[in-house]
């Protein structure tokens, strides 16, 4: 009994002279600082998202393939360079937001032997004065109440926010344009279209409205971009002299460059001046080469300028060879704080017609719709009209037709338009001659036989053209004496069987020669079907039929004194023929179920 004691004793021994094992410390919840600590430290590991243009490519279709002509696709060896023609995109750039971006630019050395590719990685700026310098601005990440105008700040706001252009942070914009913009950058040897205007000093200035309706001489006019613009300019005549907006020298004294980054200077020469009156009659001046600067005579400040209008020659490569500009002056008086002013620049090309355009490419809501004809074996020449327009009858005070022979308006797109007048009919007008009188007061002297499918069309491109399909149709519901002899037909061929065959049909070519002998036209209803074309994201219009249909009405001959009116009318109808989406496109279920009214709780 004294074995079993004693191992248990020596195992209590053992378990004591033991070491006790560690303690396990309570964990304590980490500090906010601590959290954001280790957050910032995540948010370090996580890479910056990098857009590498020199590893974009957007015409790199075929995987492992060299695509033809696409002088960016990594699978292209030096042998597939050396077949291309051309570069089918020659810059990629970043984004166009940036202010300051990267761009590769593409091309080909075809006088190498092989032709090999020239790739080079440039900076670009944008000339835009919205565009993003930096995207570290603390502010623009969450929203700020605006400063509410208070008699104590409302100066301050208003030398902050009174201008044409603002800056939220002005002391921080430090833009290097030497260092960003080496002497080989962007350098081409045309203009494209969209590319500002380069001058010995920096752009041609195009004065706009940019936040507000004052004027901003910060907006640069694009190549091939028609502009017209309006905007406000305040003045004061007593320094109206020293304004340099008033002046005429603000706007030629600077040469345009022939081409970008090029030393080829054009002068911007005077080609003509009006003088606008204070009451608003204007006079052309006989002479151009007289520089007619603003002075303050008789509390007056005279010679200045209330609008310019630019007109730039260019050839076919983009090449800028002649700029011209054709001012209006006028006088200000004392009492006026402002003025408005308007500006305008057109391009043409060299040895051609300008030609307004509709929209570029599908027409725009409101500009005219263009038409012309095509002689046998030749192009479209465009109607002669003030704008190559498909015009209309304008509806006149007087509302007489014959009066208002000759008074056209221009089918604007997308508009539906109806006009009209009074025909006065009386017993001594001979038929022939009124009908003919009536057609050209609907169609016009000379209707077109075709319109222009899009609002660039180009005349010598036939198949962008679309022939106006012109129909004839009389009243459908015979009435008057026409519904009796309707009647007598009926009655001929139906009761008396002998009057069936020849005999009938010569009795009824007789009476309808007497009943339809003096048609007119009544009314002139053009239909214009027109589709979306082109991308989901930015469709153009385009048509694709137009219908001219002309109804006429048989006229009775009147009594010997009476007289008779009748309504002539015109209308056109623009009609969307748009396919709608495919079956395979399907609109989202509605669902028709009634939620509990707090089910949105605690959302409004």
Same mark, same amino acid.
């Given at each position: ?12 021994i ?33 890479p910056?998202?990098?857009t ?65 590719? $020239?790739?080079?990685? =440039?900076?670009? +700026?944008?000339? #835009? ?5 930096? %995207?570290?601005?603390?502010?623009? @990440? ?30 921080s ?26 001058t ?6 195009l ?44 706007? $030629?004294?600077?040469? =345009?460059?022939? +081409?970008?980054? #090029? ?5 911007? %020469?005077?080609?003509?001046?009006? @003088? ?62 402002s003025?408005?002013q ?17 929209g ?7 500009l ?16 002669s ?137 009544v ?57 709608p ?24």
């Amino acid at each position: 009994m004294a074995a079993p004691g004693l191992g248990v004793f020596f195992v209590l021994i053992l378990l004591l002279l033991l070491p006790p094992p560690p303690l396990r410390q309570k964990s304590r919840p980490r500090s906010p600082q601590i959290l954001n600590d280790a957050a910032q430290a995540r948010a370090r590991i996580v890479p910056a998202p990098v857009t590498d243009v020199a590893k974009l490519c957007v015409c790199d279709l075929l995987v492992a393939q060299c695509d033809i002509n696409c002088c960016c696709d990594p699978d292209c060896s030096a042998e597939d360079f050396s077949l291309f023609t051309t570069c089918s995109v020659p810059v990629v750039t970043g984004d166009s937001q940036l202010c300051s971006q990267k761009a590769a630019v593409y091309s080909l050395d075809v006088e190498a032997n092989p032709p090999e590719r $020239i790739f080079k990685l =440039i900076d670009q +700026v944008n000339p #835009s004065i919205f565009c993003i310098h930096a %995207t570290n601005y603390e502010q623009a @990440v969450y929203l700020k109440s605006p400063e509410i105008p208070t008699p104590e700040n409302f100066d301050q706001l208003l030398d902050k926010f009174g201008g044409a252009t603002f800056s939220a942070e002005p002391d921080s914009w430090n833009l290097d344009t030497d260092a960003q913009n080496p002497p080989d950058a962007n350098e081409t040897y045309r203009y494209e279209y969209g590319v500002p205007v380069q001058t010995e000093d920096a752009f041609l200035r195009l004065p706009s409205p940019v936040v507000s309706s004052w004027c901003s001489d910060a907006n640069p006019a694009g190549f091939l971009v028609n502009q017209a613009t309006k905007c406000i300019r305040s003045v004061s005549v007593e320094k109206c002299d020293s304004i340099q907006a008033l002046s005429m020298l603000f706007y $030629i004294n600077s040469s =345009i460059l022939a +081409v970008p980054k #090029s030393s080829q200077m054009v002068n911007i %020469t005077v080609q003509s001046i009006v @003088v606008q009156a204070q009451n608003g009659m204007r006079t052309l001046l006989n002479s151009s080469d007289v520089l007619r600067l603003p002075m303050v005579l008789d509390g007056l400040c005279i010679n200045a300028v209330l609008g310019v209008n630019y007109h730039i020659t260019h050839t076919d490569t983009g090449e800028i060879i002649e700029a011209a500009a054709a001012f209006v002056l006028g006088a200000i008086s004392k009492e006026a704080l402002s003025i408005e002013q308007s500006f305008e620049i057109s391009f043409t090309q060299e040895n051609t017609q300008p030609v307004p355009l509709s929209g570029n490419p599908g027409y725009v809501v409101g500009l005219p719709v263009r038409a012309g004809f095509r002689p046998q074996g030749s192009g479209i020449i465009q109607s002669s009209n003030k704008h190559s327009q498909l015009t209309i009858l304008q509806s006149t005070s007087t509302q007489d037709c014959l009066a208002a022979q000759g008074a056209r308006a221009p089918v604007l797109f997308g508009y539906n338009m109806i006009s009209g007048c009074k025909l006065r009919i009386t017993a001594a007008m001979k038929c022939q001659p009124l009908a003919q009188t009536l057609l050209d007061v609907l169609k016009g002297q000379s209707f077109p036989e075709y319109v222009a499918s899009f609002g660039n069309s180009q005349a010598q491109d036939v198949l962008d053209w679309v022939p106006i399909t012109q129909l004839h149709i009389s009243e459908q519901e015979p009435t008057g004496e026409k519904k009796w002899g309707w009647e007598c037909r009926k009655k001929l061929e139906g009761t008396h069987g002998i009057f069936r065959g020849g005999v009938s049909l010569l009795l009824w070519k007789l009476f309808l020669i007497k009943l339809s002998s003096c048609q007119i036209p009544v009314s002139l209803g053009i239909e214009v079907k027109w589709t979306k074309y082109g991308s989901l994201v930015n469709p153009q219009a385009r048509i694709v039929n137009v219908t001219a249909t002309i109804t006429t009405t048989t006229l009775k001959q009147l009594p010997s004194g009476r007289e008779r009116i009748i309504p002539i009318t015109s209308s056109v109808v623009f009609t969307d023929i748009s396919s709608p989406a495919e079956p395979g496109y399907k609109a989202w279920p509605t669902i028709n179920i009634k939620l509990p009214f707090d089910f949105f709780y605690p959302f409004v």
